[in-house]
């Protein structure tokens, strides 16, 4: 099966990557004419098949991180849950100290735009092959349309939240990170074509491919809405949002697992369980990569460890009685006190964990959010705290009783909780940010908060003004990006 899936990965990269800076032609460098590929649903398949596998590795040959790395680092390194480790790098400890020029390596965009131009390779493509296969019905191409659709969905929703304005390209290149001659967009009409795209989406994916494994790797309706939840929140669309959390909640198809010894190989180790809506299905029974998280995460010469806040402000040891009374995701399960290293994805090497993208969890919490800021939702959005807090045997200390009319409280009891259920999962930058910017940055001192307690004391005063300015909250285009397009403008605040 690993073979079935690089070879895979391999036919999409070989007509999606030519070395001419031009359109999708006819005549690939490997010889695989469009004509020669795209005639049969498993052809689709196949191409489908090479977008999810490009969320876990570049294809073989292209030197660049994977996906799921800077996932992880967009996501926590300018966030308070992580600190330098003793192999971090300079531009990594750069940006902690939030020290960040245009030639810092961990700012390439290339892997989001890999990801999307296989989708839009798929998109531009499958449609053609209804004419060349009768045995390819509309659902099944519209199914698979759908799964490109929300893949593109995705990468644009990161490609938002780091760098804001991006470029919009919604057709394949004969160069999957092809950006030449395009400028960049600005935000607000890429999370209106996210929108738009992900309503399409809605509309051909599948409720459930017969298999757990699949329904919880692959992109269903229930995927779709969870991203569209997300949007709609960083959209400030509360009542979108809860429309949208409604459906996969009114489902049933997903549960909150208690806190017991199984949780986490259930939920983390193993994958696909009743709590998963979507996961980067790394398994090693279905032609897993490499986890590389415990070069990252594990070992002695680990990039990055659990900060400081995470032991005195996220898990809190019960006051009475920490050795019986203790939250399920702190130490021992989401990371070590004794060295401060990060296992939630495993301390084996090699090692399989799934990357969670959507919980049922964190569906509850983006309803709580868009509840909390919603007319007579505040109470409910503090009953759904409460209730994920005891599945999780969250401690007394960490307990919070905000007033139901109190929205900016309540949102703080979500962001604590947030911080816990989803320690080191690519999240906590987005989730403060998020808080921060709404109501045209009403709570910015939250991020001025934040930097006081995480940046070194020596150039403290100097990142807390540069976070004054809200331009500094997104990160600047890589100068590779800028030499190869000359319409591309640099972020506004790495121009001074």
């Not at 703080?412 to 709404?438: H, M, S, T």
Request: proline share 4%; charged share 20%.
């Amino acid at each position: 099966m690993k073979k079935i899936i690089y070879s895979i990965s391999m036919i999409v990269m070989l007509i999606t990557v030519s070395s001419c800076r031009k359109w999708l032609d006819l005549q690939p460098r490997d010889g695989i004419t469009r004509a020669g590929f795209w005639k049969t649903k498993e052809d689709i398949q196949a191409a489908v098949a090479g977008c999810y596998t490009s969320l876990l590795a570049p294809p073989p040959g292209v030197n660049d991180k994977a996906l799921t790395e800077y996932i992880f680092m967009y996501g926590e390194i300018r966030a308070d849950m992580i600190s330098a480790g003793p192999n971090a790098t300079e531009d990594e400890k750069n940006v902690f100290d939030n020290n960040i020029v245009q030639s810092n390596t961990i700012t390439p965009w290339a892997a989001f735009y890999r990801t999307i131009n296989y989708c839009n390779t798929v998109l531009d493509f499958a449609p053609g092959v209804k004419e060349k296969d009768p045995t390819l019905t509309d659902a099944q191409l519209n199914a698979y349309l759908s799964e490109a659709l929300a893949l593109r969905s995705m990468m644009y929703f990161y490609l938002v939240r780091n760098f804001r304005d991006v470029p919009l390209k919604l057709t394949s290149t004969s160069k999957d990170t092809d950006l030449s001659e395009l400028e960049k967009s600005p935000a607000a009409k890429i999370l209106n074509q996210i929108v738009e795209d992900l309503k399409r989406a809605e509309a051909g994916a599948v409720t459930t491919y017969g298999s757990t494994v699949s329904d919880k790797g692959r992109v269903t309706k229930f995927t779709v809405n969870a991203l569209l939840a997300d949007v709609y929140l960083w959209m400030d669309n509360y009542s979108a949002c809860i429309t949208e959390c409604k459906k996969i909640i009114d489902s049933q198809r997903f549960a909150i697992q208690n806190a017991n010894s199984s949780w986490y190989n259930n939920v983390f180790y193993n994958g696909s369980s009743t709590e998963t809506i979507f996961e980067f299905n790394n398994q090693q029974s279905t032609g897993a990569t490499n986890n590389i998280f415990y070069n990252l995460l594990i070992q002695a010469k680990k990039r990055f460890i659990a900060a400081p806040y995470v032991l005195t402000d996220v898990f809190v040891p019960d006051d009475l009685d920490p050795v019986r009374n203790f939250d399920i995701r702190g130490n021992g399960t989401f990371y070590r006190t004794s060295d401060f290293s990060i296992i939630k994805y495993g301390i084996e090497n090699p090692s399989y964990v799934n990357w969670q993208a959507y919980r049922i969890t964190d569906v509850l919490m983006l309803e709580a959010e868009a509840l909390a800021f919603t007319p007579g939702g505040g109470q409910q959005a503090v009953d759904i705290i409460n209730t994920i807090r005891q599945k999780r045997n969250a401690v007394a200390v960490t307990a919070q009783t905000p007033s139901p009319e109190d929205a900016d409280a309540i949102c703080d009891y979500i962001l604590a909780e947030r911080a816990r259920e989803f320690a080191f999962e690519g999240k906590r930058w987005y989730d403060l940010l998020r808080v921060a910017k709404r109501d045209n940055y009403r709570r910015i001192g939250i991020l001025l908060e934040m930097i006081s307690r995480t940046v070194s004391p020596a150039v403290q005063q100097s990142a807390i003004n540069k976070f004054k300015d809200v331009n500094s909250h997104y990160l600047p285009i890589n100068e590779s990006e800028l030499f190869a397009d000359s319409k591309l403008v640099q972020n506004p605040f790495y121009t001074k």
